[in-house]
């Protein structure tokens, strides 16, 4: 609870000294960013104010960007002081230097009071009690298996209960032992990269999402990325640049959402045929949570060839640290694997693999499924609503909603003088909107943006992840917009 001493005000009035007390506490870091603050009710009865005195003294403070408030949440502490500035800590000579870790650039730099960068799922309503009755019922087995090492496929309970899903959710057709199971994608990717061996080229969506690419990469594998149009990846460059190995999203790329039609698949396929050592890893990630009609069909379930590795994660659909991912593997090439990476142990517990799959087969994960996809149409129409009834709707477009959870923003060339102030203006109301251009590999922006027209595109088409947004705060996500485009 906050503590003023009211003997000091002097002749201030109660309101000011309050809102004047509460600022030096944010400003010397007393109140942390984010820490929400009493009620006013709470804080008046405290204080032996009335609450129309602690109302007036909020409301400056948020008037101020000290604090914010979130509808029927309540108010906020705001993130304000940047490094190094008055107010800040500083520690006498006599005492230990904290220890300074690494942080990853991705990680690093300002808290905002909302960042469309992040694509974290909503955690509030993963069904806990269910998770925890299935749990519980695993945990009381008492059986040894939860506790033996795994091969590297994993738990074959796990690997056929994905087979089953699969068979429902997106109509295909393959066996438990075509399953591999990782800790994450990124270990996946490592693995096919061993499998494959490092000599192969690898390609990329360009733009794309980097974490791919840099997987690769530090596996010692040569990387290239591959342009895409308006229909998905430019499947003509992928002679012109000799790739080996292509990596995409054919169902929802991302950043741009775009959905590849079946000539361009049809296309893919074909190349993938042409040669023996050739390859689609098809990431089916978010695929989920398609909107209008039914799920698409995947290139794995098209491919006579067997040259499509399909990857799929749990990270999205339950929680990201929910670090369990699968690979199926071609049929031609299941057997392969094993006797090349089978020395592998598995890298998920058994202990959870037998969790979800029980989750799987009860049909909790269907179930949650549905509510989360009704959640994010919900949250995805109320936040498009929101934007189409602001102060700057006929300043906007918005692309590619129907399917996954983000959107592209794009404003009218009018709105701010060039895309980094209008980016620069959201961060100062804290807001962060990633632009579409800083998924572009550096090497070959220019030619997508090969003219003066396509270039503004670019640098005004922001990429909006909704998944984490609160609902409460669209409100004041959009009056926050509204003040950054005055």
Request: charged share 25%; with cysteine; net charge neutral.
């Amino acid at each position: 609870m906050i503590t003023i001493d009211f003997s000091k005000r002097g002749d201030a009035g109660l309101c000011d000294f309050l809102s004047s007390s509460i600022r030096s506490q944010i400003s010397a870091g007393l109140l942390k960013a984010d820490e929400k603050l009493p009620s006013k009710r709470a804080l008046a009865s405290h204080l032996g104010v009335s609450v129309i005195t602690v109302q007036n003294a909020y409301e400056q403070l948020i008037d101020e960007g000290y604090i914010y408030s979130i509808e029927k949440k309540g108010f906020f502490v705001t993130e304000i002081a940047p490094e190094g500035a008055p107010g800040d800590y500083v520690s006498s000579a006599t005492e230990k230097a904290p220890v300074k870790l690494a942080v990853p650039p991705a990680r690093a730099g300002k808290k905002f009071f909302f960042d469309f960068r992040s694509n974290t799922p909503n955690l509030e309503r993963f069904p806990f009690s269910q998770w925890a009755h299935v749990m519980r019922r695993v945990l009381k087995s008492g059986d040894e298996k939860l506790l033996q090492r795994q091969d590297v496929n994993g738990v074959y309970e796990l690997r056929a209960a994905i087979a089953r899903h699969l068979s429902g959710f997106r109509n295909m057709s393959l066996q438990p032992e075509q399953i591999v199971i990782g800790a994450g994608t990124e270990s996946l990717y490592s693995m096919l990269v061993q499998f494959f061996g490092r000599s192969k080229i690898y390609g990329v969506e360009n733009p794309g999402y980097h974490k791919v690419a840099s997987v690769f990469h530090l596996n010692g594998a040569q990387v290239k990325p591959v342009l895409i149009d308006s229909q998905g990846l430019d499947t003509s460059l992928l002679n012109q640049k000799k790739i080996d190995i292509i990596h995409l999203s054919p169902a929802h790329h991302f950043p741009t959402g775009r959905v590849m039609p079946i000539r361009r698949r049809l296309e893919l396929l074909n190349w993938a045929g042409e040669e023996a050592g050739r390859y689609i890893i098809e990431d089916d990630y978010d695929s989920e949570f398609r909107f209008n009609g039914k799920p698409l069909p995947t290139l794995f379930s098209g491919d006579s060839s067997e040259k499509v590795i399909y990857v799929n994660t749990f990270s999205k659909t339950i929680a990201p640290s929910f670090r369990i991912s699968y690979m199926i593997l071609p049929a031609a090439i299941a057997e392969a694997f094993q006797k090349k990476l089978g020395f592998y142990s598995c890298p998920v517990s058994a202990f959870e693999q037998y969790t979800l799959a029980d989750f799987i087969n009860d049909g909790f994960y269907d179930n949650h499924l549905i509510r989360m996809k009704n959640y994010y149409r919900n949250l995805r129409n109320a936040f498009i609503y929101a934007l189409s009834h602001s102060a700057f709707k006929d300043s906007i477009h918005i692309a590619e909603e129907e399917a996954g959870l983000h959107f592209l923003l794009s404003f009218k060339s009018t709105c701010g003088s060039d895309h980094l102030n209008l980016k620069d203006a959201f961060a100062k109301q804290g807001l962060n909107l990633p632009l579409l251009k800083e998924f572009y590999y550096e090497e070959e922006e220019g030619n997508a943006a090969s003219d003066e027209s396509s270039e503004n595109q670019l640098s005004q088409t922001f990429v909006i992840n909704y998944s984490a947004l609160e609902k409460e705060k669209i409100p004041a996500i959009v009056q926050r917009m509204e003040k950054a485009l005055q």
